[in-house]
């Protein structure tokens, strides 16, 4: 299994819209997107100058449905 990588909110956002995935709304420094077709939820801390940690990719990719492979693929 491929570890994960570092990647910037920015990134993983990019990665969240090719899913299919639209900004809902901010609270914050929380970016939630919404994908219509099934009402799935998923929030991002964004937060400037600062990676995602692996543990909240990993978490935010749980929660978006997203295999880390398919993940690597969208980058």
């Not at 914050?28 to 964004?46: E, M, N, T, Y």
């Amino acid at each position: 299994m491929p570890s994960i990588p570092t990647v910037s909110a920015r990134k993983f956002i990019k990665v969240l819209q090719k899913k299919g995935f639209v900004l809902h709304r901010v609270t914050g420094s929380h970016h939630i997107f919404v994908r219509k077709a099934d009402q799935l939820s998923v929030s991002v801390p964004v937060h400037a100058g600062r990676d995602l940690s692996h543990g909240i990719t990993r978490s935010i990719l749980k929660d978006a449905e997203i295999t880390l492979e398919e993940f690597l693929q969208l980058l």
